[in-house]
């Protein structure tokens, strides 16, 4: 039962809490940190005043004694998570995509990877995905600024299973990781019980007209769309990248040499994502396939819902499959 004073006042006022509290995508986070908790390890957590948002008030509430809110402080949050890593405690802290990516960059590159601390840093609500809130909370630069940092691993899953799958693959990874996350509303395509390997795609489908590549919310209709256009005899593979850095350079050639084109789709800038990531190891081992990016052009993005935006820049199911048909016609 809802706490009273989380009700909404009338059923047609939006109440925040309210909101997230019927939304099970983000349960994953904290269900991977009680998994860990549970088994022994010293995990605490943190968040800039957003426990609500990312799904980290579960983990609160069970374990009040290893959680903090940092309240609007992100780069003090990140610090303060480097210093509990110096004292052997498991430090996972998370905020909004567009605040950790590029306010905390400074604090990420020298007290977490320059000292190669195993600090976890969760941005969440990434690309477009905040919608109406306008250009200040969107994320469409934080691969490109986060791959620049030295010894930073770079995570981006496509739903809340496999998410939580990686955090609790991220106990034994002694560097720091950052992961992009959506706003926990992604179709499931994983099993949270899955195992998770860094470094590592996975393939959903092999295709020799084109091979989409693809991270976080646009793998689960990427992989729609190959379905349908194999119902009509096309051949369209789908490759999900969940680890951006270290990429998996022998998923990406083994594909550039099936297929006549790869096409790469993330919701960032195409322009330091995941499509240059691709790029760059086409370029260096000569691969024979055309890459085609698509994702936001090097622009800010428009202010509308989420989905709206989604329609817009063409990161729908329906927009992703007129861009393979663009390819393939």
């Not at 601390?117 to 630069?141: D, K, N, Q």
């Not at 899953?157 to 991220?170: F, K, M, N, T, V």
């Not at 795609?201 to 992989?223: D, F, M, N, W, Y």
């Not at 993330?266 to 691709?278: D, M, T, Y």
Request: glycine residues 10%; charged residues 20%.
């Amino acid at each position: 039962m809802t706490h009273p004073n989380l009700r909404p006042n009338s059923p047609n006022s939006w109440h925040y809490r309210e909101l997230n509290m019927k939304n099970p995508g983000l349960d994953h986070l904290s269900n991977g940190l009680i998994t860990l908790t549970e088994a022994g390890h010293p995990i605490v957590a943190g968040s800039a005043d957003l426990q609500y948002s990312n799904g980290l008030n579960r983990f609160a509430a069970r374990y009040p004694d290893r959680y903090v809110s940092f309240g609007i402080s992100e780069q003090n949050m990140v610090s303060a998570a480097a210093g509990l890593a110096t004292t052997g405690m498991m430090p996972y802290v998370a905020t909004f995509a567009s605040f950790l990516g590029l306010l905390t960059c400074e604090q990420i590159r020298m007290d977490v990877a320059y000292c190669a601390l195993p600090v976890r840093l969760i941005g969440h609500h990434t690309g477009i995905s905040m919608g109406f809130y306008g250009t200040s909370h969107h994320a469409t630069e934080d691969i490109g600024t986060m791959r620049s940092i030295a010894d930073l691993t770079i995570v981006s899953p496509s739903d809340g299973p496999q998410l939580e799958a990686a955090i609790r693959a991220s106990v034994d990874h002694d560097r720091p990781i950052y992961f992009r996350t959506g706003r926990g509303r992604e179709p499931d395509l994983y099993d949270p019980k899955a195992d998770f390997v860094f470094g590592k795609a996975i393939e959903h489908a092999q295709g020799e007209e084109v091979t989409i590549i693809a991270c976080g919310l646009p793998v689960h209709p990427s992989v729609q769309v190959a379905k349908k256009l194999a119902a009509e005899g096309r051949s369209v593979g789908v490759i999900d990248m969940p680890t951006v850095k270290p990429i998996d350079r022998e998923a990406i050639l083994a594909a550039a040499a099936r297929s006549k084109v790869i096409l790469t789709i993330e919701e960032h800038n195409i322009l330091g994502g995941l499509g240059s990531a691709v790029a760059e190891v086409l370029a260096e081992e000569g691969g024979p396939a055309r890459l085609v990016r698509h994702g936001i052009r090097d622009e800010y993005a428009l202010i509308a819902p989420p989905t709206h935006l989604y329609a817009h820049y063409r990161l729908d199911q329906a927009g992703i499959e007129s861009v393979v048909r663009e390819i393939i016609g």
